[in-house]
């Protein structure tokens, strides 16, 4: 709290921000790890919601009201979601790598369908039939190109092609029923 502390300047902000760290610390730590599932990234959220405050220390009461909680508690939810769409551009970009299809909505409910759902077409593929499952593995997992596992599978460049459209069909068919997509 003492680097906080030798950002403000006068005496009676220091006073005033010590009451708001030790008020809504906690509160606002729980809110984070609620959204975000990670003591780390909880406590990054938290420690940047705090220096937002030091700037903007004016504007808030340290008396324990509603408007400051849900000041502090709005900036918490905004960088929570900021947090995960930053992770969820990583995971896209890991996940396009690796030729997988994933909903793009940018909504927190998103995230988490998001990884639903890949999880859920990794099942789907598991649970399909030869030679579907060989080629979407080879396809989408050991990022394999056409002629490649028509070679490793004893088939035809254009018959893979086909059974890999075939089954990314399959798997369309199986997401919609399920409402992910």
């Not at 008396?63 to 000041?71: D, H, R, V």
């Not at 649970?127 to 593995?137: H, I």
């Amino acid at each position: 709290m003492i680097h906080y502390l030798q950002l403000l300047n006068t005496q009676q902000d220091k006073d005033k921000f010590v009451i708001l760290y030790q008020r809504y610390f906690q509160p606002l730590y729980s809110t984070a790890f609620e959204i975000l599932k990670d003591h780390a990234a909880s406590e990054d959220v938290v420690h940047e919601t705090f220096l937002i405050l030091i700037d903007h220390i004016d504007n808030v009461d340290e008396q324990a009201s509603m408007k400051t909680w849900n000041y502090l508690a709005t900036i918490v939810r905004r960088l929570c979601i900021d947090s995960l769409r930053k992770q969820k551009k990583t995971i896209l970009r890991d996940m396009e790598s690796e030729n997988v299809w994933v909903a793009s909505d940018d909504d927190i409910e998103s995230d988490f369908i998001g990884k639903e759902m890949t999880e859920q077409v990794k099942n789907l593929i598991q649970q399909m039939d030869y030679p579907y499952k060989q080629v979407l593995l080879l396809q989408y997992y050991n990022k394999m190109k056409g002629g490649d596992i028509a070679e490793n599978l004893d088939l035809k460049p254009e018959n893979v092609r086909q059974i890999a459209k075939r089954g990314r069909e399959q798997l369309k068919k199986q997401l919609k029923e399920r409402g992910y997509i």
